[in-house]
């Protein structure tokens, strides 16, 4: 069956150093990946998306990379700051429109 | 920027109540989400819609769940009864018709069944 797994429940790091989150999914061939920020009582907001042929993706200070071989997605804030303390989701999506979320990893960035 | 409106924001019923949401999506948006997202988990998709026709309703509880967007624009989902194991996060979402196009979350209903 299809599974979506997000590295850990949750990460702790501190200001200022790079926080790394990891997708990796099995039995799924996704034509896109998606990765959201959702804050507490919230809904999720949209981050990056990055295509099955594209190997990186970058905006501001996050980096996104799809690796379709390792069947894995990394996921990157570089310069972290307390204010990006929020839970993650990654998405897969097929060429037919459907997605399947992620379990989500929840980021702390420690002052 | 657009927002997706939902409402209401939270909700508590008692089990063997009926519950209804109510969800606005982006203007020009064709496709409609719901999902419902327990705590700790991702959202699941319970239906979604294009324009005002279902195109995906196959993990939706059809013996309590019912889902409508009857001109295309707005929807409501409405659980009748509820029981405690719908206690969730009720999300709706709307994108573009294309796969590609990102979702765009509303702000969710918490529903909390006693």
């Known amino acids: 069956s299809q599974k979506i797994e997000q590295n850990s429940e949750a990460l702790n790091i501190q200001e200022g150093k790079t926080a790394t989150l990891t997708c990796n999914y099995t039995n799924y061939s996704p034509a896109y990946l998606q990765w959201y920020r959702q804050d507490p009582g919230r809904g999720p907001v949209f981050l990056l998306l990055i295509r099955e042929n594209e190997k990186e993706k970058r905006k501001e200070r996050l980096k996104v990379t799809f690796d379709t071989t390792l069947k894995q997605s990394l996921f990157h804030i570089t310069a972290s700051q307390p204010a990006d303390s929020a839970t993650y989701l990654c998405a897969l999506e097929s060429n037919n429109n459907d997605m399947r979320f992620g379990a989500g990893t929840r980021l702390t960035v420690k002052p | 920027e657009a927002e997706v409106a939902q409402s209401p924001r939270y909700k508590i019923t008692e089990k063997s109540q009926a519950v209804a949401f109510w969800c606005d999506p982006i203007?020009?948006?064709?496709?409609l989400y719901w999902y419902r997202q327990i705590l700790g988990q991702g959202p699941e998709l319970l239906v979604q819609f294009q324009d005002e026709s279902v195109v995906d309703d196959s993990q939706l509880p059809k013996d309590r769940f019912s889902a409508e967007r009857l001109k295309g624009v707005d929807s409501t989902l409405k659980i009748q009864p509820a029981e405690l194991g719908d206690s969730a996060m009720y999300l709706c979402?709307?994108?573009?018709?294309?796969?590609?196009?990102?979702?765009?979350f509303g702000p969710g209903t918490r529903l909390l069944v006693l």
């Open positions: 203007s020009g948006h064709a496709t």
């Open positions: 979402a709307s994108s573009f018709r294309t796969a590609g196009s990102h979702r765009n």
